[in-house]
C-alpha cells in the first residue's frame, strides 16, 4: 500500500464525500496512477475498526480536519489574484509542525493540485459546518488568518474571503473580529479580542474573559489530536495576553 493511499484513507470520514470529496478526486487525478483505491478501503475499514473499539478515538477524525484546512486554505491563499511563495511556505511549515515530515508531505502533495482548482466556498463550508464543532471552526478562521498574514501583510480581499467562510461557517461577528484582532497590532485590539467595547466596566472586563477562556480552551479540540493543539494554544494565548494588557492599562 503506498503512504499516500495510506494517509488518505486513515483518518478521513466527512470528507471524503460531497464536494470536498470531488475536490480530493480532482487532487489525486494528477498521480492517480500511484492510488488505489481498494487499498483505499481497506485502510477506511482498518481505521474504523479501531475507532468503534477504543473509546479513545474522537468522533470528528484528525484527517477531516487536515482536509479542511487544505481546502479552504485554498480559497485564501488565491483571494489577492496570486500566490505568495511565503503563504505557501506558511501552510507547509505549519503541517510539518502538526503533523511531522511524511504526513505533511502527503498533505502538501495534494494541496499543491487543489490550489489549481476553483472551489465554491460556500458548498464546501456547508458540508465542514454540518460535521465540525463550533469550537474546530474557530480555529479553522484562526489558521486562515495566519496564512494571510505569512507575507507580513493581511489585504483586503484576503480579509473578506475570511469573512465570507466565517459567515458560511456560522462564525458571527464577534468571534470574527475577535479573531482577526489576533494577528493585527492596533489600539483597541484587545478589547475586540474580548469581544467588548473599550467603555467596558472592570467587572465587564472580568466576565468576558472568563466567557472567552471557556469559548477557546484548548481542551474543546483535543478530540481532534494532540497535533491540532498547538494552534489552540496561541489562539488561547492572545486571549490571555489580550486580558493582561487591559489589566496592567487599568490596573486592575
Not at 503506498?2 to 471524503?16: D, E, P, Q, R
Not at 473499539?53 to 489577492?80: M, W
Request: aromatic share 12%; proline share 1%.
Amino acid at each position: 500500500m503506498s503512504s499516500f493511499s495510506k494517509w488518505l484513507g486513515a483518518g478521513l470520514g466527512f470528507t471524503l464525500g460531497g464536494p470536498i470529496g470531488a475536490i480530493i478526486g480532482f487532487g489525486i487525478g494528477s498521480f492517480v496512477d500511484e492510488f488505489n483505491v481498494e487499498d483505499l478501503k481497506t485502510e477506511r475499514k482498518t481505521y474504523q475498526r479501531r475507532v468503534n473499539n477504543d473509546s479513545s478515538y474522537a468522533n470528528t477524525q484528525s484527517g477531516d480536519f487536515e482536509i479542511s484546512l487544505l481546502v479552504l486554505a485554498s480559497i485564501v491563499i488565491k483571494a489577492d489574484g496570486k500566490i505568495d511563495k511565503r503563504e505557501l511556505d506558511f501552510v507547509r511549515s505549519q503541517f510539518l509542525g502538526m503533523y511531522g515530515k511524511q504526513r505533511a508531505n502527503n498533505a502538501f502533495r495534494l494541496f499543491k493540485e487543489i490550489v489549481k482548482k476553483q472551489v465554491s466556498a460556500r458548498q464546501v463550508c456547508i458540508q465542514i459546518r454540518q460535521h465540525t464543532t463550533h469550537a474546530s471552526r474557530l480555529q479553522l478562521i484562526h489558521f486562515l488568518f495566519g496564512i494571510a498574514k505569512a507575507d507580513e501583510f493581511v489585504n483586503e480581499q484576503e480579509v473578506e474571503e475570511i469573512k465570507k467562510i466565517a459567515g458560511y461557517l456560522y462564525i458571527n461577528q464577534y468571534d470574527f473580529e475577535s479573531i482577526k484582532a489576533m494577528f493585527y497590532d492596533a489600539s483597541g485590539n484587545v478589547y475586540k479580542i474580548l469581544e467588548i467595547e473599550k467603555t467596558a466596566s472592570n467587572d465587564e472586563v472580568k466576565k468576558a474573559y472568563r466567557r472567552m477562556v471557556k469559548k477557546y480552551h484548548p481542551d474543546k479540540l483535543r478530540d481532534l489530536g494532540d497535533e491540532h493543539l498547538k494552534g489552540a494554544k496561541e489562539k488561547f494565548q492572545s486571549i490571555q495576553d489580550a486580558y493582561e494588557k487591559i489589566k496592567n492599562e487599568r490596573g486592575i
